[in-house]
């Protein structure tokens, strides 16, 4: 884990602003990312490429969003939430670890009991083909 600091950090935290929106009144922005499991008192959150661990008593609001078109469901919830101006940030890291565990891709069933090609020789017009078809279900 990085110690949080450098402009790799300060370019993810630019990108969250981007991401959240501030309401008029500026009392409260939203934050849309995956949630976590967080220590007592607190909710974890990723995103933008940051892991937020945020005060639970600042959150107003949690809406679950829809899962994202070709992921499967991971150890976490897609949401938009809403938290208090000035919520008290507990912890925040780069989210490195998080992604493999958040963003598992949807593979067929025949593909992920396919360990290797098999031993036969396969046609060019099938290789296209298979070729064509892990594309267009992101499998490639």
């Known amino acids: ?6 402009p790799e950090v300060e370019a993810l935290l630019d990108r969250l602003a981007r991401d959240s929106d501030l309401f008029g009144d500026g009392s409260s922005f939203t934050v849309s990312g995956f949630l976590l499991r967080g220590e007592d008192n607190a909710v974890r959150l990723v ?3 940051l892991c937020l661990d945020l005060l639970a008593e600042d959150v107003l609001a949690v ?3 829809p899962l994202p078109d070709g992921l499967a469901r991971s150890v976490a919830i897609p949401v938009r939430m809403t938290l208090r101006a000035g919520a008290r940030v507990l912890r925040l890291c780069v989210a490195d670890m998080y992604v493999p565990l958040l963003f598992k891709k949807r593979v ?5 009991t396919r360990l290797e090609r098999p031993d036969v020789p396969v046609s060019s017009s099938f290789a296209r083909l298979e070729a064509a078809y892990k594309h267009r279900h992101s499998l490639a």
């Open 1 to 6: 884990m990085r110690d949080g600091s450098g």
């Open 47 to 49: 995103s933008g490429g």
């Open 63 to 65: 809406e679950e969003q």
């Open 108 to 112: 067929p069933f025949a593909m992920r």
